[in-house]
Structure formats: C-alpha cells, structure tokens
C-alpha cells in the first residue's frame, strides 16, 4: 500500500520494480482535478494490469496512461454500477442476476456516449440525461 507519508510513499514506491497490479483508490484524477495521476505507471516494467476506482471521468490520465503501455485497465464505473445494485438488493431484500448488472452497465455506457457527443455538440440536457439512467435502471 503506497501512501502520502506511510513507508512506502509516492517517492520511494517506484522501488517495487516487480509490482504487477496498480489500484488507485485515491481522489487523484477525479473530476474537476483531471489533470492529476498518483504515480507514472511507465516506471513499472512487470505491471499487468491497472485499475483506477475513479468513475468520472472514466478516463484519467492514469488510464489514459495505461492504454498507451498496451496494459489492460478498467476504470470504477462498473463498481459503481454493482455498488448500486448491491444497495438494493439490501433496501429491497432482493438479489440481482450477472446479465441485470451487465444490461445495466451496458446502458450506462451507451448513455454516456450520447451525453458525450451531445456535450461536444453543446446541447444542454444533462439533467434529462440523468433521470432517463435513473428510470431505466428502475425499469431493468
């Protein structure tokens, strides 16, 4: 576990040569502060794969980085999307099937690329957008 001021830090991780999972649970990259990327991922030459518990955006610099180093990579929306079904499941005193948490991911990634390219086209309906996910999760 790396941490700002443990014993394994962000200056002295990158001495974990045979590292092969990076997990990012910090707040590094998430919207606004999109810019931002806990480690340079390149330093790692055994990594086999990288996963970044940040959902928005789902491309942080650090799976961006990833991509580019042909290292497989996943992004936190789906464990968001379960994280919801979980809940409930508890609320509701019911269980959710595999093929519901996938329907529902499925839609949530087609609803992201519309919102994606209507932002681009600059039209407003982000709100619309939303409550659309919301009663289609509902209705799955």
């Known amino acids: 576990v790396v941490s700002r001021k443990g014993e394994i830090n962000y200056q002295n991780c990158y001495d974990l040569v045979d590292t092969e999972i990076i997990i990012n649970a910090t707040p590094c990259g998430m919207s606004p502060l999109i810019e931002e990327s806990p480690i340079d991922i390149s330093k790692f030459k055994n990594l086999k794969g990288v996963y970044d518990c940040i959902y928005n955006p789902q491309n942080t ?21 379960v994280q919801a079904l979980l809940a409930q499941d508890i609320w509701l005193g019911s269980t959710h099937t595999k093929e519901k948490e996938q329907n529902i991911f499925n839609f949530v990634m087609l609803c992201l690329k519309i919102f994606t390219k209507q932002k681009k086209e600059k039209h407003r309906h982000s709100g619309a957008f939303f409550i659309t996910i919301s009663m ?3 209705n799955k």
């Open 61 to 81: 610099n650090l799976i961006l980085q990833a991509k580019k180093l042909n290292i497989p990579c996943a992004s936190g929306l789906k464990m968001l999307v």
């Open 136 to 138: 289609q999760c509902r």
